[in-house]
């Protein structure tokens, strides 16, 4: 049995149709009902899947999926039992279909099934919390906080003193925040960590001083923040996290930093202080970036690469350092012919 969460609704192949603007195969039932997704290669009856890579394309003669979302050039190559939803995007129209069955995921829910305010939280009396906020078991809410209306706190939450937190909100269990102002509809997963000081020491043979850290971090409408991400408050100005950015797990972001709109940063990046980033940039997994750098908007930087230098607006960068991925490439190329030949007069090429 496949362990699944039970979707909010059943839809019909023609709902799905209609939902996701896929075309129907001639002769394909408009009426089968579809419960849940899966992949071609463990989905059942009443299951949805979708192929639009060639690499998946030899499980589509095996599969016993329920309807399958299916770009044009594998449609001859489907069998006749298999109720075909043929769509140019087949990968978008079925995140479509989960969203639709599946809305009740799109924000999480109170782990304990609480509504109100749960007797274990501890709530300042100063504290400003609007209609509909469910706090869970445990969460501290400090001094002259205020949460808006049909905002979750989870378990263990930790909200300091005049933290500020929108409505429609979602934060995770055991998360703490602190000297922020956050907007509204953002997630926040368990264990997140914001408005912490951030790393500011003057080193000396003496002794390292520490800096104070004396600005908030603001967090605007529609972020995601994964599980274990930590935020530093500002030092000098507020470290910003601009509208629907998505952040994934173990991200660190220092003090001072300013993230623009709508950027993706994949997990365990680390963006040092005073880094700028524009809209719409992408970091992939484990990128570095060296402090007081500008990614320019809509700039793209690859897994694992060092920022070391300012990447220009739409460049799309790698490597360490990181440099134009055309240049990078080359020089990959290079040093394999170098080794190549080497090896070759040294007699050890295999």
């Known amino acids: 049995m496949r362990d699944f969460v039970i979707a909010d609704c059943e839809l019909t192949t023609g ?26 290669d463990t989905a059942g009856a009443s299951d949805v899947s979708f192929l639009e890579n060639s690499k998946y394309a030899g499980e589509l003669a095996t599969t016993r999926t329920g309807a399958c979302l299916i770009a044009p050039r594998f449609i001859e190559s489907a069998p006749r039992y298999l109720v075909v939803l043929e769509t140019p995007q087949p990968y978008p129209a079925f995140v479509a279909v989960t969203r639709k069955l599946f809305g009740n995921l799109l924000r999480p829910s109170s ?52 933290v500020r937190i929108g409505r429609q ?41 520490k800096i104070p ?32 950015t998505k952040i994934d797990n173990l991200v660190q972001i220092g003090h001072n930093v300013s993230i623009g709109r ?49 990447v220009p607006a739409g460049g799309r960068w790698a490597g360490y350092p990181a440099e134009p991925v055309i240049e990078w490439k080359r020089g990959v190329a290079t040093v394999r012919r170098l080794v190549r030949r080497g090896r070759k007069a040294e007699g050890t090429e295999e």
Do not use: W
């Open 213 to 244: 850290q004396t600005r908030r971090v603001i967090i605007q409408d529609d972020v995601e923040i994964g599980a274990n991400t930590t935020i530093d408050r500002g030092a000098t100005r507020d470290t910003v996290i601009g509208e629907g």
């Open 262 to 310: 709508h950027c993706v940063i994949v997990s365990q990046v680390g963006i040092s202080g005073s880094v700028t980033v524009g809209d719409y940039a992408m970091l992939g997994g484990q990128v570095g970036v060296a402090d007081h750098m500008t990614i320019g908007e809509g700039a793209m930087v690859g897994a694992r690469a060092g920022v070391m230098s300012n």
């Open 111 to 162: 782990l304990f099934g609480t509504s109100g305010r749960a007797a274990s939280a501890q709530i300042d009396p100063t504290a400003r919390l609007e209609a509909d906020v469910t706090v869970d078991p445990l969460a501290l809410i400090g001094p002259r906080a205020e949460i808006g209306s049909g905002t979750l706190i989870g378990p263990g939450v930790v909200i300091g003193a005049d």
């Open 169 to 209: 909100c979602a934060i995770g269990a055991h998360a703490s925040i602190v000297h922020a102002l956050i907007g509204d509809r953002a997630i926040i997963h368990p264990g997140v960590r914001i408005g912490q000081d951030g790393f500011g020491f003057l080193p000396s043979r003496q002794g390292h001083q």
């Open 15 to 40: 709902e799905i149709a209609a939902l996701t603007g896929a075309k129907l195969r001639h002769g394909d039932p408009p009426d089968r009902r579809i419960r849940n997704i899966a992949p071609l």
